[in-house]
């Protein structure tokens, strides 16, 4: 598994747990930075996990807001907390991350779908980001 990919795990049990607990992000971001630092071996998918949300930090209103554009009368509120995280972490790939074909990232969150939430997420979550990278 690659480094990245590492990192996306990372980034979406930071915004998952973040969501579920009612938590600011950059509160479990920071616990998640103190975890890092005492896991050295864990430094390189550590980085893209910031970036990652840090990322999702500073768009959230506009990836939100693509997201719920795009998702055909599914409200934020209404999708599961994982796909929310997953459309969060690959629509910022897809729109603020040019080091990341958009292809790649689509791909990546459809297969954390099918790893971490329904049976239906991995072509919803598709969906929605095709959507997205259609339009930018």
Excluded: C
């Excluded at 890092?36 to 990836?63: F, T």
């Excluded at 791909?107 to 259609?134: Q, Y």
Aim: glycine share 2%; proline share 3%; no cysteine.
């Amino acid at each position: 598994m690659s480094a990245r990919t590492k990192a996306r795990k990372r980034a979406l049990d930071i915004l998952f747990q973040a969501d579920v607990r009612g938590e600011e992000l950059p509160i479990m971001l920071a616990t998640e930075a103190k975890r890092a630092a005492s896991e050295p071996d864990r430094q390189a998918s550590w980085l893209y996990a910031r970036d990652i949300v840090d990322g999702v930090i500073d768009n959230r209103d506009a990836i939100d807001e693509q997201i719920t554009t795009f998702s055909k009368d599914w409200s934020l509120q209404r999708m599961p907390a994982v796909d929310r995280a997953l459309l969060r972490i690959g629509a910022w790939e897809i729109l603020y991350n040019d080091e990341v074909p958009t292809a790649v990232a689509i791909d990546e969150a459809v297969e954390l779908a099918k790893e971490f939430s329904t049976d239906d997420s991995a072509s919803f979550v598709h969906g929605v980001l095709a959507r997205i990278a259609r339009s930018s």
